[in-house]
């Protein structure tokens, strides 16, 4: 079936530090993917997204490209801050039909100063 | 900013007692979603709404869950009886159309002792 696996966390950094989750999927097809940002006690806020293959989804200086070959849509940035600290969930969806989100089970990042 | 609302944030249960969350979608989004996120996991759809309509609602314990969406506008989720398993944050969502990116609310965290 469809899936997302990500990177188990957590991530701990520095403040300015390069960031790297790593987020693979298995699908049958070609799905849009997504990440998500989930900040303490709130719901999920879309970061950035990709339709299709080799798109490069961008977003508050984060980027993950849409990786056929190796099914995966790793997310990036260059210098995290404190205030990047959260949960980040990887997800894809198909388009047509009445297609859910299907997501990953998060990764926590822990920014220190 | 047009948010998607959700009441209550917090709700403590006993265990056997019935209990109910209430979500408003934003204005013109035909498509609403609930789903359930236990701690550590990522969410899961329970059940998806095309206006007044159901169109999947595979992962719903029928047993004991129900939704509804009467007027094709604000949607209930309810659990009777609650079970000690079913504390979790509940996170509805909404969408223009089927398909497109989602926009989450605050969701509920149910804790149910």
């Given amino acids: 079936g469809n899936s997302v696996t990500q990177m188990e966390g957590p ?10 989750i790593n987020c693979t999927y298995t ?8 990440w998500y940002v989930q900040y303490p006690g709130e719901g999920l806020q879309l970061l950035l997204k990709a339709t299709k293959a080799d798109d490069k989804g961008s977003n508050k200086g984060f ?26 969930f990887c997800a894809l969806r198909f388009s047509g039909g009445y297609n859910k989100l ?8 822990a920014v220190h100063p | 900013e047009a948010e998607v609302a959700q009441s209550p944030r917090y709700k403590i249960t006993e265990k056997s007692q019935a209990v109910a969350f209430w979500c408003d979608p934003i204005s013109g ?6 789903y359930r996120q236990i701690l550590g996991q990522g ?9 007044e309509s159901v169109v999947d609602d595979s992962q719903l314990p029928k047993d004991r869950f129900s939704a509804e969406r009467l007027k094709g ?4 989720l309810k659990i009777q009886p609650a079970e000690l398993g079913d504390s979790a944050m509940y996170l509805c ?17 149910l804790t149910v002792v």
């Fill in chain 2, 73 to 76: 506008v604000d949607s209930t």
């Fill in chain 1, 63 to 88: 980027e993950a490209t849409y990786r056929k070959e190796t099914t995966s849509f790793h997310l990036e940035k260059g210098s995290v801050q404190v205030s990047d600290s959260a949960v980040y």
């Fill in chain 2, 29 to 34: 989004h035909a498509t609403l979603y609930w």
């Fill in chain 1, 102 to 109: 299907i997501f990953g089970a998060g990764t926590r990042l």
């Fill in chain 1, 27 to 34: 699908a049958t097809g070609y799905p849009s993917l997504f």
């Fill in chain 2, 93 to 109: 969502a909404s969408s223009f159309r089927d398909r497109g990116s989602y926009t989450f609310g605050s969701g509920t965290r």
């Fill in chain 1, 11 to 20: 991530v701990t950094l520095s403040e300015e530090a390069f960031l790297t």
């Fill in chain 2, 43 to 51: 969410p899961e759809l329970l059940v998806q709404f095309q206006d």
